[in-house]
């Protein structure tokens, strides 16, 4: 590709924007586009693939900047915001004020890492370090979605073997594709990183530090014939995610072991991750959510929470729910 997005944007900026800027200003690339998340490649340059800065102003309409059309052969393109706009433009409220637990609940995963990841090439503003306060999960929060994501996981796991059972060896697949996916979230949670959206899901995965050892087992899953040998490259998937938060010390150590559901012959691996990481919730707000709304569901009904509107209406029950507490 010769030069990464960001590499190119930060050239843009230093060569062409920065110079003729005289006001106190913050630049960087964030938000939207792959070489934000520094997954671009060749193929990434037929669309949408500028040399961009993303500019923060006190007054975006004074700002009387030259820019080319291109830059080393790319559209060129500024965005003037001041840094109060674009934080409500992209998450329907300016963190720099505070992050409230509703917050945290409603904003999608995938914005907040687009938010954090790309570069800042210069910072007069503080923006940095409003991104600083998106970095991860307050601790109480990715506790809860860990719950969350562990309990995607288990009330599947025997739907494996059952759909197999019947003969129904394409369902069987599409119930074990799920349940990878489910184990997937769970590692990005136990390493705090925020997990892209589909496009990149599985180059982040490769890039965690459990991604090398872990790909492997659950693209066996994937590559089996037949349910008997899935649900047994599930046990085996299962199980190293397991260990992987055992050694993470998130909590005590949690016990695995096999399970058949109703006596039914389909072996299931479990471990109480959800009930461990239950006890060690401490913020009252966290707790009010926990026991009211059903565990997972926020999660899932977060990722389609696109528009602030939106997510404004969900704000308001969890509001509901931490204020009555039922």
Request: proline share 6%.
């Amino acid at each position: 590709m010769g030069i990464s997005g960001i590499e190119l944007c930060r050239r843009f900026y230093t060569e062409v924007v920065g110079p003729q800027l005289r006001v106190p200003h913050s630049a960087g690339l964030l938000g939207r586009g792959s070489e934000v998340l520094g997954f671009d490649d060749e193929m990434s340059t037929d669309h949408n693939c500028e040399a961009r800065v993303v500019l923060f102003v006190a007054e975006p309409a004074a700002v009387g900047l030259e820019v080319p059309g291109e830059f080393l052969g790319r559209p060129a393109l500024v965005e003037p915001y001041t840094r109060e706009e674009f934080f409500v433009e992209q998450l329907g409220f300016d963190p720099a004020a505070g992050m409230r637990v509703e917050d945290w609940f409603t904003v999608p995963e995938q914005h907040l890492g687009i938010l954090t990841a790309g570069a800042m090439f210069h910072d007069e503003l503080g923006v940095q370090a409003v991104r600083d306060r998106l970095a991860y999960y307050p601790d109480d929060v990715w506790r809860y979605l860990l719950i969350s994501a562990w309990w995607r996981v288990h009330p599947e796991l025997n739907h494996v073997g059952r759909t197999g059972y019947v003969g129904d060896e394409l369902g069987s697949g599409l119930v074990a594709a799920r349940l990878v996916e489910g184990l997937m979230r769970v590692c990005f949670l136990i390493e705090r990183q925020y997990a892209p959206y589909a496009k990149w899901f599985g180059t982040a995965f490769a890039r965690l530090s459990c991604g090398p050892a872990l790909a492997p087992l659950l693209q066996a899953v994937l590559r089996t014939g037949n349910w008997q040998d899935r649900e047994q490259a599930l046990l085996v998937a299962y199980r190293a995610v397991g260990e992987l938060f055992n050694r993470s010390g998130i909590t005590a150590p949690v016990e695995l072991g096999l399970e058949r559901m109703f006596g039914r012959p389909f072996p299931t691996a479990w471990g109480d991750f959800p009930g461990a990481l239950s006890g060690t919730i401490s913020d009252p707000e966290v707790q009010a959510i926990l026991r009211r709304w059903p565990v997972g569901g926020v999660d899932r009904i977060r990722d389609q929470l696109w528009k602030p509107v939106d997510r404004r209406r969900v704000t308001t029950y969890l509001d509901d729910v931490i204020r009555t507490g039922s």
